[in-house]
């Protein structure tokens, strides 16, 4: 008996989404710090990736010895995302009231 794991299912349901939403993870730091979407805009992203990290955790299997890749990147990307939702906006807020 030979099985054969169809990586195309890996690849256009968790990696190019994963891809993606690193992407506009990114692009938080395009919008203006005073604007009200700013905030709004990197939390959104923070819920996305945390939704995201449930459902490819509940797709990948659970019996292993080791943690995979994706796994690891995805829960990366939500500390990377709370970090800089928190920290860093608070930070260039506080310096933008500074410079008035």
Do not use: Q
Request: proline share 4%.
């Amino acid at each position: 008996m030979k099985l054969k794991r169809k990586t195309i299912f890996y690849v256009f349901y968790i990696i190019i989404p994963m891809v993606l939403l690193s992407f506009i993870n990114v692009l938080t730091f395009v919008l203006p710090v005073p604007s009200g979407e700013h905030n709004s805009y990197a939390v959104t992203v923070l819920l996305s990736l945390a939704v995201f990290l449930t459902i490819v955790a509940s797709e990948i299997p659970k019996i292993s010895n080791t943690i995979s890749i994706v796994s690891v990147y995805m829960t990366a990307m939500l500390a990377l995302s709370t970090v800089m939702t928190s920290l860093l906006e608070s930070r260039l807020a506080s310096r933008v009231k500074d410079t008035d």
